[in-house]
């Protein structure tokens, strides 16, 4: 299947460059699978669609501070970090630039005073002068990897995650130009265990006060835990897209979130991913546990791993059965999984829709319900 079919104009002036101040006051994008009807809401409407005892299936990832600005110890020139795996005893797997300068060996300095954490100053390197020698945190590079990955080792004193609290910025896509001023309105609400490197965007338009009422009405809500990490970052480099290697993710569906998910399907309710990394993790569970598509009595079970499924039309979707999500890059994995759920052509005639009406598009922008 050729990338290109997955292409779709976007103008830039789409593109959120900041969250909305009321997070339920997104724009709605409906599309039934069934009909190929498209509904245009807002996204407090969203409740209007889910039925008493349907089960809301959430990622309760939480973004770390992923991004640091330093200084190269021997040149004192600028040098960025973008933390994706911990790989255990201070080792981390990261994106590094410039990836030209940044070898096997180098060692990687912050927190020495100067203004390394702003990625727009361009007195850094002539600021550093001795507080070269005096960092809060050191990384040198381990190993090299493809497209500026890299393998790092932190040195320093304390414990790391206070300091990258206080040293980190949150890891904006690229395609944000505007500084965030509230580092919470890239986290989701129910934002729990840390590890992530980039946001579960769908999340981001609910509130607790939303989700209560939710409940309120007989929704089940349910757990899962995917760290968002390299593949959301790299674009897909092949021409056939079934040539497309997805990188390993951390996930965990506790047995509790499988009890929930199983009652449901038992009743003939539906399972509603909220965001692509759910639904990852929900169908990387049921080929865990053997569920065949279009099967309703198979049952799920608690499952944790790595994960690198890639979903696109033709691989069949077999436990989510309605997805909200947000709007996605072109030819990007994402928009082909949302293709695989609700077929391309109406996936694509939605966006298209979209871009008439004037969405919001990606992190920050606006979202979609298939169901």
Known sequence: MDIDLFDFHLPDEL???TPLANRTESRLLTLNKATGEIGHHRF???IDYLEAGDVLVLNDTRVIPARLFGLKADTGSKAEILLLKNLGEDRWEALVKPGKRLHKGARIVFGTGVAENDPASE???QAA?????NPHLTAVIEEEGEMGGRILRFEYAGIFNEILDRLGQMPLPPYIKERLEDKERYQTVYAKHEGSAAAPTAGLHFTEEYLEQIREKGIRLAYVTLHVGLGTFRPVS?????EHTMHEEFYHLSQET???INVARAEGKRVVAVGTTSARTLETVARECG?????RDGKIKSSQGWTSIFIYPGIPVRLVDALITNFHLPKSTLIMLVSALAGREPVLRSYEEAVREQYRFFSFGDAMFIY
């Open 123 to 125: 007195n850094a390197e």
């Open 129 to 133: 002068g001795s507080s070269l020698t």
């Open 258 to 260: 499988a009890d929930v």
């Open 238 to 242: 092949a021409d056939r897209i079934e």
């Open 15 to 17: 593109i959120a460059q």
């Open 291 to 295: 569920l065949q598509p279009g099967q």
């Open 44 to 46: 407090s409407d969203l």
